[in-house]
């Protein structure tokens, strides 16, 4: 039992990223790494779907990067939040050509955010995450 004072240790997004693989999808929310459901296969369709379509345009007019999977966003530092994007859009202005370190998270924002949606997700967790990714620069959501 903690004692009265004793403040919780949070985590980093550097912490975070060398834990093992989990079975459970989580993200890290204000340093607190929390379980979220393991998206059905609609949801799967529509991401595949807007992915596609973006992807095509983007590469089309050699813009940037398409990412998708819940490909992870920082939205916040101090406390630490990195959010799953369903697809997200990055310039190459914000992530120049070449090839990403796979081992880290980057520190730039996309210009745009897609999230998909599902059936078991509440009004306010959604608001509070297209909340997160307008404070931290995401042009749209």
Do not use: W
């Not at 296969?41 to 089309?60: D, F, K, L, N």
């Not at 310039?91 to 599902?118: C, M, N, T, W």
Request: hydrophobic share 40%; with cysteine; proline share 6%.
């Amino acid at each position: 039992m903690a004692s009265v004072g004793q403040t919780e240790k949070l985590m980093t997004i550097e912490a975070y990223a060398a834990l093992p693989p989990s079975d459970t999808p989580t993200e890290l929310v204000k340093g607190r790494v929390v379980e979220v459901n393991v998206p059905r296969q609609r949801h799967g369709e529509v991401c595949a779907a807007i992915t596609a379509i973006v992807r095509g345009y983007v590469r089309q007019h050699g813009l940037g990067r398409v990412m998708s999977n819940d490909a992870g966003v920082i939205t916040r530092r101090n406390p630490d939040t990195l959010r799953g994007a369903d697809v997200a859009y990055y310039s190459y202005h914000r992530v120049p050509q070449g090839e990403i370190d796979a081992r880290i998270y980057l520190e730039a924002k996309p210009e745009v955010v897609f999230e998909v949606r599902s059936p078991d997700d509440r009004n306010a967790q959604i608001l509070e995450k297209v909340a997160e990714y307008l404070q931290a620069v995401v042009l749209c959501v």
